[in-house]
């Protein structure tokens, strides 16, 4: 991994992905020299990762996967590092070639990183080439967080999602952009929520696929689910909004087990540092839909754009560059409600995906965001927007920042 040596710290300085062979080779052997346990004793994944899964993907990476991919794909994209508040931070940024185009910073989360976004770089930014018109087009920048692929990896504490937040606002700053508007999903919705709280001037609006709408009331009840107190939901809900709750319980009580482990005790984690088979099953064990469609893809039949090799390329982005822990930590800095609101008070579009970790009613989303400009309910798409739907997802960015052009 190389980079220009910076003349001052707020230089912006190319970056190329370097992947030195012996690193290759030393994981290739670690694939193969995978210690499996027994068999999960029950039928479905309940226990977590199942064995065949695992099976069919270190299968797959130790003997067919193309190890330059990750490499080759990122290279195919303008990458630059720079240095904000001491810390390394690597983005990609391409340029639109359409005038007037709409600069637009775009945050992935976790077990994610920017390989989450490269396909939906050449149709945010030239959309006449992918079926669309010139004037949707923007510039894109797609920072990697903090401890999170070529990004620096935090030596001290403090790197939480405001202070991210705040440093994207400075990278856009350092951009020269004046305006321009911002999107997240997972941490990256977290992210832009705050930025948009904290509201630039230059911030025209921000777009949410993992929206934070629970309010107050919702999420003390859901605390209480939490520490075992089991006080009911707020009465009077809608059908809508039963449902979010009702999923947001199960989220909180047996479905975010990752989250509560790296929130609590992220340096315990030493088996994703040192087995690339350990750091694929943290990884693969999301949600329970995404890790249904990753089984699927590796059995050879991928859902929507998420295929064996993608995910794959993320997995090996997050080895190389040894991340597997450092990325964690952001869980244990946060000190925000994951699904509360934020206070964001520019402008604000959501798109609420079926497969998403709960769909947020819109009377929610109306109270979190004052100045709700678009609000969408698909019929299709998941929790890894981007990835997995490119073209829904590209689609959703033009028509929620349309009118803020």
């Known amino acids: 991994m190389t980079s220009t040596v910076p003349e001052t710290a707020t230089e912006i300085r190319p970056f ?17 020299a ?11 994944d309940t226990q977590g990762v199942q064995l065949a899964t695992m099976r069919n993907l270190v299968r797959y990476w130790g003997s067919e996967y193309d190890f330059g991919r990750v490499e080759a794909r990122l290279n195919a994209f303008t990458q630059f590092m720079t240095e904000i508040d001491g810390l390394d931070i690597h983005f990609i940024h391409v340029r639109s070639p359409h ?67 705040r440093a994207w606002i400075a990278l856009m700053r350092r951009l020269g952009y004046t305006r321009y508007v911002a999107q997240g999903g997972d941490w990256g919705a977290q992210i832009t929520d705050v930025m ?12 949410s696929n993992m929206p934070g709408t629970v309010p107050p009331d919702i999420s003390k009840a859901l605390a209480s689910n939490v520490l075992g107190a089991g ?24 479905g975010i087990g990752y989250a509560l482990e790296m929130g609590l005790r992220p340096q315990t984690l030493y088996g994703l540092a040192d087995s690339p088979v350990a750091l694929a099953a943290w990884m693969l064990d999301h949600d ?9 893809a590796f059995e050879g039949d991928p859902a929507g754009n998420l295929t064996r090799d993608e995910v ?93 052009r």
């Open 16 to 32: 190329s992905v370097e992947v030195p062979e012996e690193e290759l080779a030393d994981l290739r052997r670690r694939i193969a």
């Open 34 to 44: 995978t210690r499996w346990p027994e068999k999960e004793t029950v039928a479905d």
């Open 99 to 165: 005038e007037n185009a709409l600069p637009l910073i775009i945050t992935h989360g976790w077990p994610g990183s920017i390989i989450e976004m490269l396909n939906v770089i050449g149709p945010l930014t030239d959309p006449p080439a992918h079926g669309g018109d010139a004037e949707d087009a923007f510039d894109v920048v797609i920072p990697s967080m903090p401890g999170y692929g070529f990004s620096g990896k935090p030596t001290t504490t403090g790197w939480d999602p405001v202070h991210i937040a």
């Open 196 to 207: 948009g709280a904290e509201a630039p001037p230059e911030l025209l609006g921000i777009h």
């Open 231 to 254: 006080d009911p939901p707020p009465s009077g809900l809608s059908a809508d909004e039963q449902r979010a709750y009702d999923r947001l319980s199960f989220l909180f009580t047996k």
């Open 288 to 296: 329970a839909r995404s890790y249904a469609d990753i089984a699927r």
């Open 312 to 404: 794959l390329d993320n997995i090996t982005l997050t080895w190389v560059t040894n991340t597997g822990v450092s990325s964690g930590r952001l869980y244990w800095e946060n000190n925000l409600g994951f699904f509360d609101v934020k206070g964001a008070t520019v402008p604000a579009a959501v798109s609420v995906f079926p497969n998403e970790l709960y769909q947020a009613p819109r009377s929610w989303a109306e109270k979190a965001y004052p100045n709700l400009i678009y609000f969408n309910q698909l019929d299709a798409g998941n929790h890894f927007a981007a990835w997995q739907e490119p073209e829904l997802f590209t689609n959703e960015l033009r028509a929620a920042f349309r009118s803020l």
